[in-house]
């Protein structure tokens, strides 16, 4: 059962830019763990600065779910404010399904990549496909935060950014 209220507190704020920057790094620098993963097994060495980031990657993909799974227990217990603005039903279904697609790739994407890192394959291969979800979930992300601050004018966004 979600409560309703006004705002997100400051810890649901900072666990939403967290994960965000955690997510991005992911993004960026992923690819080394495939580098590292690829010379082991051709029995070749890596640069240490790709296996530091290799390194990285498993251990921030563990960080997002523990953020995450924190994330969704404050939100259990703090709510989450109901739709900014008068929206049209399939605006707020469509937020709706893209937060609940996001809350499952942040889950499952990393739970994937330790089953790649200590399995190998298919799970690899399934993680690699979860880059282009994210990218493209996060573009529409984006552009859904800028349409409701700069054209609807709503404050959803800023819901994102000052706590209420």
Do not use: C
Not at 16 to 23: D, F, Q, R
Not at 48 to 53: G, H
């Amino acid at each position: 059962m979600h409560k309703t209220i006004q705002g997100y507190s400051i810890y649901q704020i900072a666990l939403h830019w967290i994960i965000a920057l955690l997510v991005l790094f992911q993004v960026f620098y992923g690819e080394t763990m495939t580098i590292v993963v690829d010379a082991a097994g051709e029995g070749q060495t890596v640069s240490a600065s790709d296996q530091l980031l290799a390194s990285a990657h498993y251990w921030v993909g563990i960080a997002i779910i523990g953020f995450v799974l924190l994330r969704l227990i404050l939100r259990l217990f703090h709510g989450a404010p109901a739709p900014a603005g008068d929206n049209p039903r399939w605006m707020q279904l469509a937020a709706h399904a893209s937060h609940g697609l996001f809350y499952l790739l942040l889950l499952a994407t990393p739970i994937v990549g330790l089953l790649a890192f200590y399995l190998g394959d298919p799970w690899g291969d399934i993680h690699s496909l979860n880059k282009p979800a994210f990218i493209i979930l996060i573009g529409i992300h984006a552009v859904a935060a800028l349409y409701h601050q700069f054209w609807l004018r709503d404050g959803t966004l800023r819901r994102m950014i000052s706590p209420a």
